[in-house]
Each structure stands twice: as structure tokens, then as C-alpha cells.
């Protein structure tokens, strides 16, 4: 099994800064994918960032480009997302997710954080 425990989220104004942290625990060898996705009241989950973990890039929705940084520290098992020029529609409560080797996708999940950003 996979844990995953978010910590980060609070009230930010626009333009300003967060940065959330996930940390990852139980079978990790075994996850090629984690990543970051937000979910707005009344909005479906969607994705925001991705990194691989043997090596690979990062992959970001076009809605945060140049705006949010997902990194790794494999030594702490945490997979941080620094978001930067925050605004009003970044508001969501922000999941962390891993893919395991399995090619069955997302299948482990945190229990997610608010972002809350003021105008």
C-alpha cells in the first residue's frame, strides 16, 4: 500500500505564493508517477502537474505553465508543487496522486488541501 499525506494549503492572495508538500510512504519502489491535480466546488478533478520518478520530466496542465514548479526529493520521499502568481481560479483542493508500474493509472491518493486565493 501507498500513503500519501498533503500539507501546504491555506489562504494566499493573487499574486502571491504557496507551496505544497507531499509525503509519500509504504511501497514507493513500485510508483513511476506522482503528481498534483485540484479539484474546484462543483468541478470535476483535474490535472495539474506531473513528475516521473525514474529519471523523467514534468508535465504541467497549460492553466498553470510557467506559474507552478513540481519537484522531487526522492532522499524525503516528497513531491513539493510551488505555485507562484496565484490567482482567484487557482482556488481548489489540491490531491496529491501516485501511478504505481501497473499501467492502472492514479490509484493512490491524499486526502487533499484547500488552496484559497484572494482577489
Known amino acids: 500500500q501507498v500513503q500519501m499525506v498533503e500539507s501546504g494549503g491555506g489562504l494566499a492572495q493573487a499574486g502571491g505564493s504557496l507551496r505544497l508538500s507531499c509525503v509519500v510512504s509504504?511501497?514507493?519502489?513500485?510508483?513511476?508517477?506522482i503528481g498534483w491535480f485540484r479539484q474546484a466546488p462543483g468541478k470535476d478533478r483535474d490535472f495539474v502537474a506531473q513528475?516521473?520518478?525514474?529519471?523523467?520530466?514534468?508535465d504541467y496542465a497549460d492553466a498553470v505553465k510557467g506559474r507552478f514548479t513540481i519537484s522531487r526529493d526522492a532522499a524525503k520521499n516528497t513531491v513539493y508543487l510551488q505555485m507562484t502568481s496565484l490567482k482567484p481560479e487557482d482556488t481548489a483542493i489540491y490531491y496529491c496522486?501516485?501511478?504505481?508500474?501497473?499501467?492502472?493509472?492514479?490509484?493512490?491518493w491524499g486526502q487533499g488541501t484547500q488552496v484559497t486565493v484572494s482577489s
Open positions: 509504504g511501497r514507493t519502489f513500485n510508483l513511476y508517477r
Open positions: 496522486g501516485a501511478a504505481a508500474f501497473d499501467g492502472m493509472g492514479y490509484n493512490y
Open positions: 513528475v516521473t520518478t525514474h529519471g523523467g520530466g514534468a
